[in-house]
């Protein structure tokens, strides 16, 4: 009983460390993005997204999480499991948008003009998503409170 007691504490322990070093990762990627505003657009959205991918995956060590960054509704760069996928519109990166919903998905409606009013207050620009995923496994899955899991998390940032 005080085996399974004590891999309790110390799963409770691990998802803690795993849940901070993800958001970390995660902030790390925004915070590139956020000092590096003159890479969102179309000639050079594709390899930021590539790199703000690479900082959440491999941050901790090669391959330490999945990533999906989304650069201005164009660029796309996924991260699963160490293998790298692009994909999206580069030229998209060149419009000013006003998105909603979460970070983690965003619904990117039509492109505005820049500084256009948007719902809810914000103005229109030029945004990066960033999202990062890590799955946890307990040491005695079924037997403790945590159990095997995906950890999650995400921002989104103005950057122009």
Same mark, same amino acid.
């Given at each position: 009983?005080?085996?399974?007691?004590?891999?309790?504490?110390?799963?409770?322990?691990?998802?803690?460390?795993?849940?901070?070093?993800?958001?970390?990762?995660?902030?790390?990627?925004?915070?590139?993005?956020?000092?590096?505003?003159?890479?969102?657009? /179309?000639? =050079?959205?594709?390899?930021?997204?590539? $790199? *703000?991918? @690479?900082?959440?995956?491999? #941050?901790? !060590?090669?391959?330490?999480?999945?990533?999906?960054?989304?650069?201005?509704?164009?660029?796309?760069?996924?991260?699963?499991?160490?293998?790298?996928?692009?994909?999206?519109?580069?030229?998209?990166?060149?419009?000013?948008?006003?998105?909603?919903?979460?970070?983690?998905?965003?619904?990117?409606?039509?492109?505005? /003009?820049? =500084?256009?009013?948007?719902?809810?207050? $914000? *103005?229109? @620009?030029?945004?990066?998503? #960033?999202? !990062?995923?890590?799955?946890?496994?307990?040491?005695?899955?079924?037997?403790?409170?945590?159990?095997?899991?995906?950890?999650?998390?995400?921002?989104?940032?103005?950057?122009?």
């Amino acid at each position: 009983m005080l085996l399974i007691l004590f891999a309790g504490v110390i799963d409770l322990g691990r998802v803690f460390h795993d849940e901070i070093a993800l958001s970390g990762a995660v902030a790390a990627a925004a915070d590139y993005a956020i000092v590096n505003p003159s890479t969102v657009n /179309a000639a =050079g959205a594709a390899a930021l997204a590539a $790199t *703000l991918s @690479g900082i959440v995956a491999n #941050v901790n !060590g090669a391959a330490w999480a999945d990533a999906t960054v989304i650069v201005n509704d164009g660029a796309t760069s996924v991260v699963t499991g160490g293998a790298t996928t692009a994909s999206g519109t580069v030229s998209n990166a060149n419009s000013c948008w006003c998105p909603s919903g979460n970070a983690g998905g965003p619904t990117w409606g039509s492109a505005v /003009a820049c =500084g256009t009013s948007c719902a809810g207050g $914000t *103005l229109a @620009g030029r945004f990066v998503s #960033v999202s !990062g995923t890590r799955h946890f496994s307990a040491i005695f899955n079924g037997y403790s409170w945590l159990r095997n899991s995906t950890l999650h998390q995400s921002t989104m940032v103005q950057v122009q």
